[in-house]
């Protein structure tokens, strides 16, 4: 369950820790007004920015710095918002913190002067959650906030920026009007169950329908553009020791992350670094090398490694091309195979063939011509790697529209279209049940309403906001 949603004042440091040249303290409530008074020993006029002094209980100087107050409802958070922004020092955030919650604590048992608000720490996300309650932002906009700050590339940052402005809300939007549109067609013809099916057909009903499944196509395939843009795919490096796994991580991420030796189980735990790839932030994970151990702390590397890739979205099968027809080597790839076969089944699994700079021009032949050939070592073939990697991903070159997106979107959006493919069908089978078809349309719209948050569950909200981080 999430925590209650009360609306008492709230504070925290909005400034990452550590030092830098400008701190921030944020607060957010109601009748901020007179805290600031207390704080800065003067008025301050809404939304300008004003130089004062912090002060502390006796009226000696905290730091000087500036002071923003933002009257409610024209705040980030729709509430009264007042920033504290003083020099970036950790004791003069806390300082300037504990200023905030001992100012507010003094006016308790007071008879004068004005009453002022009771504060308390902020929970992680409590600011942009409290601009999603009082309508400031959708649900989708608040998510968009925290992805534009945890971005790790660009075109990550670019996507999340469109949806902070709205770009997939405004499609969304689109698509719920559309199936509201339906829905009070459909339900306006209840009353008339002898006509229903006729009435729907010359009403248009059916390429409303249509159109409404061609528009929530079109919205998912770029959903899960902004997805992989937000999240990225998980690659792990597999195969067995020796075969170049850890030159090729180092190769990907342009530096020496992993240690290379001729010795066979030189890795013995995941090695990981996030690369981009045309902007899509790719995690990968070098592995054990896949052979039955030669003592507990490999076989335990070993199963580690079994486990991340039954966790990955692409699997990186290396092989030595040197090595191809050693009967130790062939029996040890065999075994790899058939513990693969899921994984290959599924689609998640690329073969690739290394040390092309070692390998005899007949080895080389003797591969698919198809087959991904590369070399760790020169980078030859890293390029066509990479390119098979994002098409396994989905990834499709796409231009600005792209607009941030979760899995949890990309989820809802298949929820509303498969509800819409049931309500076509009930609809072409011509056997009078409209009930059904009304009761699918709603199904689709409380769908698209999770992505917004128009239907949305609090122990949801409590989910998504705890990631944040304290202060927005």
Not at 345 to 350: E, K, N, V
Not at 403 to 420: E, K, N, P, S, T
Request: proline share 3%.
């Amino acid at each position: 369950m999430s925590a209650p949603r009360s609306r008492d004042p709230i504070v925290a440091i909005a400034t990452a820790s550590g030092r830098g040249a400008i701190g921030i303290v944020r607060l957010s409530g109601q009748g901020l007004a007179a805290l600031a008074t207390a704080l800065c020993g003067r008025d301050l006029e809404p939304r300008h920015a004003t130089l004062v002094s912090f002060l502390d209980r006796q009226g000696a100087t905290i730091d000087r710095g500036l002071a923003i107050h933002f009257p409610a409802p024209h705040s980030y958070t729709g509430e009264d918002v007042l920033e504290l922004q003083a020099h970036g020092g950790p004791i003069v955030m806390q300082l300037l913190l504990a200023r905030c919650l001992e100012a507010a604590a003094e006016s308790d048992g007071e008879a004068a002067g004005p009453r002022l608000p009771r504060l308390r720490l902020a929970r992680p996300g409590e600011f942009t959650e409290r601009a999603f309650l009082n309508d400031k932002l959708d649900l989708a906009q608040a998510e968009a906030v925290a992805d534009l700050i945890d971005a790790s590339t660009e075109a990550a940052a670019r996507s999340a920026a469109r949806s902070l402005d709205g770009a997939f809300s405004r499609e969304i939007g689109l698509l719920a009007e559309k199936i509201v549109e339906l829905r009070l067609l459909v339900e306006a013809t209840l009353d008339f169950p002898e006509e229903e099916i006729e009435f729907l057909e010359r009403a248009g009903a059916r390429r409303g329908l249509a159109e409404a499944k061609t528009q929530i196509a079109a919205v998912l395939a770029t959903a899960r553009q902004g997805a992989l843009l937000s999240e990225g795919m998980r690659v792990v490096l597999a195969g067995q020791p020796n075969v170049g796994k850890s030159s090729l991580l180092n190769a990907l991420a342009g530096a020496e992350l992993a240690i290379v030796t001729d010795i066979p189980g030189t890795t013995r735990d995941k090695v990981g670094e996030t690369i981009q790839i045309e902007g899509v932030p790719v995690h990968v994970t070098d592995t054990a090398g896949l052979r039955e151990a030669g003592d507990a702390v490999e076989a335990i590397g070993v199963a580690r490694s079994w486990s991340a890739i039954g966790e990955a979205d692409a699997v990186v099968w290396l092989r030595d091309l040197t090595r191809i027809g050693e009967a130790a080597y062939d029996a040890g790839e065999a075994s790899i195979a058939e513990r693969l076969a899921a994984a290959v089944a599924a689609g998640r699994t690329l073969e690739v063939f290394n040390k092309t700079d070692a390998a005899t021009p007949e080895q080389i032949a003797a591969q698919d011509p198809n087959a991904l050939v590369v070399s760790a070592t020169t980078g030859a073939g890293l390029g066509r790697l990479r390119a098979a990697l994002l098409a396994r991903a989905g990834w499709q070159a796409a231009g600005e529209g792209v607009f941030h997106a979760r899995a949890r979107h990309v989820d809802a959006l298949q929820r509303a279209g498969i509800h819409l493919d049931a309500a076509e069908a009930h609809a072409e089978a011509g056997d009078q049940a409209l009930e059904l078809v009304a009761e699918e349309l709603r199904a689709a719209h409380d769908a698209l309403g999770e992505i917004t948050g128009t239907f949305t569950a609090d122990d949801l909200l409590g989910a998504i906001f705890s990631r944040f981080c304290i202060g927005k």
